[in-house]
């Protein structure tokens, strides 16, 4: 998992024990730990219009599980960040990414490529991230008024699995890094969703789904990006696995299937008739999305068209949760 500013690369970098203040080596962390790549965190307010009305359902015990596990996701997601960037700058692929050839790349998203701390420093803040989410997730498996199995295996899997993407089994080069993705941001909405109520509705899995769309449909864009850093380390993204236009084909595939997937669950009862029509919007973006990637050769532009659409889907389905539950009530 990467992120990137169109901004020009600095020709240099500082070392990383000439940070001057606190402040600023705190910057340094929050940059390895893609603090600003707030996308992988929305899902807690999917979850919130799902379980706020009517008024009383959610109770001080759910808010409480929705608040901790939200403080969790964001320090295990960090570490998972932190992990991938120590892998990627020791194998070479980040060096490659991010190097002269890629001068529209800011390496100062990437604070061991640009010398800002070393790998022994990485290592420590991930592994103290990875932690704490460790301690806060029981914790929310304690505060929760449900708790099947199916959320505390959930739970655990979520924490191994996720400092798994990149380092220790090294998920992501094995081949398994678009699917992973899709069930990262799935787990992130369901596992709350189940602690508060017991409970995993057809609807909350179609948008648990469609959540982990998001994060897939800027990272097939990235990896289109990194094919040549990708390859030459042997990172099986779909991308370095296939030609140009096998690539294109997947994306333009993945591009219609959540529309796909909405109009199946509205066919199927799964959804209220309305969620189609609700979620078009952004299915339609998803489509200008793949012009701006394959159609305009603007594949960084249509990479942050990307981050657009997955917000854009978060409010709709946020909205369509309160809408369901005030027709119900």
């Known amino acids: 998992m990467t992120d990137d500013t169109l901004t020009p690369a600095p020709a240099a970098a500082p070392p990383a024990a000439a940070a001057p203040v606190s402040h600023s080596r705190l910057r340094v962390y929050a940059r390895l730990g893609k603090l600003d790549v707030y996308d992988y965190y929305l899902g807690v307010f999917i979850v919130l219009a799902a379980v706020v009305l009517p008024p009383g359902t959610l109770g001080a015990r759910g808010a409480a599980v929705l608040g901790v596990f939200a403080v969790a996701q964001i320090l295990l997601l960090m570490a998972m960040t932190a992990f ?23 390496i100062q998203r990437k604070p061991l490529v640009a010398g800002t701390l070393t790998v022994r420093q990485a290592l420590r803040f991930a592994w103290s991230c990875a932690a704490g989410a460790a301690l806060l997730l029981a914790a929310a498996a304690a505060l929760a008024p449900h708790r099947p199995l199916w959320t505390v295996i959930g739970l655990v899997a979520l924490w191994v699995v996720t400092l798994q993407y990149s380092y220790g089994v090294k998920l992501s080069y094995h081949g ?26 057809g609807l909350l899995l179609v948008q648990a789904v469609l959540f982990g769309f998001g994060p897939l449909m800027f990272g097939v864009y990235s990896n289109t990006n990194d094919v040549d850093g990708d390859r030459a380390v042997g990172r099986p993204t779909v991308a370095a696995l296939v030609s140009e236009r096998g690539n294109a084909r997947f994306i333009g595939v993945l591009s219609l299937a959540e529309t796909l997937i909405v109009a199946a669950a509205c066919a199927t009862g799964l959804a209220p008739w309305w969620f189609l029509p609700l979620m078009l919007p952004a299915g339609l973006l998803r489509m200008y999305q793949y012009h701006l990637g394959f159609r ?26 309160l809408l369901l539950a005030l027709t119900r009530g």
Request: aromatic share 10%; proline share 4%.
């Open 176 to 201: 398994f890094q678009e699917l992973y993705l899709v069930a990262l941001g799935f787990a992130l909405v369901i596992l709350p969703y189940g602690l508060i109520t017991g409970q995993a509705t």
């Open 296 to 321: 305009r050769d603007s594949i960084m532009r249509a990479r942050r068209t990307g981050f657009a659409v997955h917000r854009g889907s978060v409010i709709l389905m946020t909205v369509g949760n």
């Open 84 to 106: 991938d960037d120590v892998t990627g700058f020791r194998d070479g692929s980040d060096i490659t990414n991010y190097g002269p050839d890629h001068p529209l790349r800011n």
